[in-house]
């Protein structure tokens, strides 16, 4: 259905930027036409140009439809980093509410491949995607969780914070959904996730010490008997 060429992406900018954009999102198309005319522009200033094309288009349904979150371009990082080591790296994260949320990579043969698709644990309802621009765009069907977008923004910015609470609320591990042991490796436990998920997701990882002493910061338990 989209046959939109990067020019008639560009045009669109060119001439409907200025009128039908937010400011915020005006401001950027100038910048991106103007890149291109003295230079020239990356694949993912190409996807903003698209988006922003998109949005100066269809106007104000479109406009709802993606939240302004902020920058995700670094939730679209980690997993080209974990591409590296996984098969199809998926995130299991949580809100703050209770709900639930899975990321994870639109593959090849997909519509945006590459993107991030945000749908329930069970894949059954889908949200929204999170676009190589980094903005995310919102199912036109179903309404935004209101506190998905937050949380998207709040793992973009500290992943490994990210992951340590989240880790907290459910006992479980963002990265690969397992539960964090509680035996004698005090590490998991500190941060929230496994060393092998650190060394796939490119995250810190404490040494045991190091380890200890978070742990008996977060977790006050009563003393126990040695
Ligand atoms: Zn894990």
Not at 43 to 49: E, G, N, S
Not at 90 to 110: C, F, H, N, Q, W
Not at 151 to 168: C, D, Q, T, Y
Request: some cysteine.
């Amino acid at each position: 259905m989209n046959t939109t060429t990067d020019n008639q992406a560009l045009d669109v900018l060119r001439r409907d930027g200025d009128a039908k954009l937010a400011p915020f999102d005006a401001q950027r198309a100038r910048s991106l036409v103007s890149q291109f005319d003295r230079y020239a522009l990356s694949t993912k200033q190409w996807a903003l140009v698209h988006a922003l094309a998109r949005l100066a288009t269809h106007g104000a349904s479109s406009a709802r439809a993606t939240h302004d979150v902020g920058d995700l371009s670094n939730v679209l990082a980690l997993f080209v980093r974990a591409g590296a080591n996984l098969k199809s790296p998926t995130i299991v994260m949580s809100d703050g509410t209770g709900a639930e949320y899975r990321l994870k990579v639109a593959r090849g043969r997909a519509r945006h491949p590459g993107t991030l698709d945000v749908t329930t644990p069970d894949g059954a309802t889908w949200f929204g995607r999170v676009l190589l621009s980094g903005l995310f765009e919102a199912s036109p069907r179903v309404d935004t969780p209101s506190a998905l977008p937050s949380a998207l923004r709040a793992f973009a910015v500290e992943p490994a914070k990210f992951a340590g609470a989240h880790a907290r609320a459910t006992g479980r591990c963002m990265f690969c959904n397992l539960r964090i042991g509680e035996g004698d490796d005090p590490r998991a436990r500190a941060v929230g996730y496994g060393e092998v998920c650190a060394r796939n997701w490119g995250q810190p990882f404490p040494s045991k010490s190091d380890a200890r002493a978070l742990n008996a910061a977060l977790f006050a338990t009563p003393s126990s008997a040695p």
